[in-house]
T-cell receptor, first 114, second 113 residues
């Protein structure tokens, strides 16, 4: 099991550009979560999916943020247009509803918007 | 609204010492309390967890102490090692549905050799 796979690991982009972060959850996990981590705000839940369906996106900070999960093995988080205040580490995590309450996090994408 | 308050924000301990991280919560519906460990460049990983029907849980050098009446719980790392240097997050979960944790702000632990 390769765990939760995120790409890219690092992304540097200019303000105003579109950014797409990618996540491959663990096979068989039916929940997928996107988090943002900053020094100021800690770990923030942005959105989560159950069986590929978005359940709660109340944590998405602005309409510039969008997330999709077209199938059980792939999800994207898109920021368009990006702003310097979006600079953070973005984590994807997955969990199976049948195997307890622990998440498995990916290694994250460090986004820098200049 | 910070539902889980974690302290201290940072902690420096000598090798062999005891590291103690404290968390407090307000929502009495929380019924599962995991701790996550995060190394630099990695995502948080589940370390140890406790349910409120017990007051203590120990796994190796890591112990969770739980005080239901005070709505507080803490992580104790005995015989702290440099390899324990990481950020630790406490969390609280309401069972049912998606089990989404409410995370504390994190504690950066440095263990000096």
């Amino acid at each position: 099991d390769a765990g939760v796979i995120q790409s890219p690991r690092h992304e540097v982009t200019e303000m105003g550009q579109e950014v797409t972060l990618r996540c491959k959850p663990i096979s068989g996990h039916d929940y997928l979560f996107w988090y943002r981590q900053t020094m100021m705000r800690g770990l923030e839940l942005l959105i989560y999916f159950n069986n590929n369906v978005p359940i709660d996106d109340s944590g998405m900070p602005e309409d510039r943020f969008s997330a999709k999960m077209p199938n059980a093995s792939f999800s994207t988080l898109k920021i368009q247009p990006s702003e310097p205040r979006d600079s953070a580490v973005y984590f994807c995590a997955s969990r199976s509803s049948g195997t307890g309450r622990g998440y498995t996090f990916g290694s994250g994408t460090r986004l820098t918007v200049v | 609204q910070q539902q889980v308050k974690q302290s201290p924000q940072s902690l420096i301990v000598q090798k062999g010492g005891i590291s103690i991280i404290n968390c407090a919560y307000e929502n009495t519906a929380f019924d599962y309390f995991p701790w996550y460990q995060q190394f630099p460049g990695k995502g948080p990983a589940l370390l140890i967890a406790i349910r409120p029907d017990v007051s203590e849980k120990k796994e190796g050098r890591f112990t969770i102490s739980f005080n239901k009446s005070a709505k507080q719980f803490s992580l104790h790392i005995m015989d702290s090692q440099p390899g324990d240097s990481a950020t630790y997050f406490c969390a609280a979960v309401v069972s049912g549905g998606s089990y989404i944790p409410t995370f504390g702000r994190g504690t950066s632990l440095i263990v000096h050799p």
